[in-house]
Each structure stands twice: as structure tokens, then as C-alpha cells.
């Protein structure tokens, strides 16, 4: 009742759930979705309630410390950033920020060679990133 997604009156996902617990064998979540994920597309849509459920679940956080950092993050943002930037930007610059630990192993020098490399004009302007 807690979801609407799977209210249906046609859903019937008990039964769902009966037949894929006794065609496969899962422990965890992960499993699931891999099970799922390496059904056929007609075989998967026989299935359509458990696959939502399975979305949702792995969409649902299990704790909501990331939900609170990420809003905390975009508060501080938002104070000193927000008169000049876009939303688009704004969400972007927030995901960066959430995600420092990936770009912290990002390769510049590669990226930088890259961006000039795209078009001739950036190439002229960056002569010494293009080598």
C-alpha cells in the first residue's frame, strides 16, 4: 500500500514474487537485479511488478546520511554561488562536490590534451597542451 507504483489491480505481485523465488535463486538484492538484468526481454516482462519492486529498492537508500550531505552541500553552495549560476550548473558543480573522491583520480593532463584536441580553434589557442 505504501507504494503506488505496485498497487495495481492487475499487478499481482505475490504471484510474481512465488514464481520468480521458485524459477531462481537469490540471497540478496544484487542478486536480484542480476537475475533480472539477465532475463530476456520477453521473460523479464512477465515479471514487470517484481522488476519495479527491484528499482525501487535499489533506488531507496539504506541510511539517509547521503541524502543529508548532499542537502547540506547544496545549502552551503547555494549561499554564496546561486545569484549567478544556473540550476543545470548548480547541480552540477553539487555532484562534483558529492563526488570529489572520484575526480580526485581523474588524469588533468589527459583531460586538458583532450579539450584541445576537440576543434582546430582550441588547438591554436592551446599550443602547449596539444604535443
Known sequence: NDYPELRDVDSNLEIQLKMICHQYQ???LI????????????????FHRVETLV?????SPASSCS???SFSCLRRMTT???????QKRLNDVVVCHIH????DTINIEHLE???????????K???NFVK
Open 67 to 69: 541524502a543529508e550531505r
Open 100 to 103: 570529489q573522491h572520484i575526480l
Open 26 to 28: 537469490y540471497t540478496t
Open 125 to 127: 589557442i592551446f599550443v
Open 113 to 123: 590534451k583532450e579539450f584541445a584536441e576537440r576543434s582546430p580553434t582550441r588547438r
Open 31 to 46: 542478486e536480484a537485479q542480476q537475475v533480472m538484468q539477465s532475463m530476456q526481454p520477453e521473460v523479464r516482462a512477465l
Open 55 to 59: 528499482r525501487l529498492l535499489l533506488i
Open 80 to 86: 554564496w554561488l546561486r545569484s549567478t549560476m544556473t
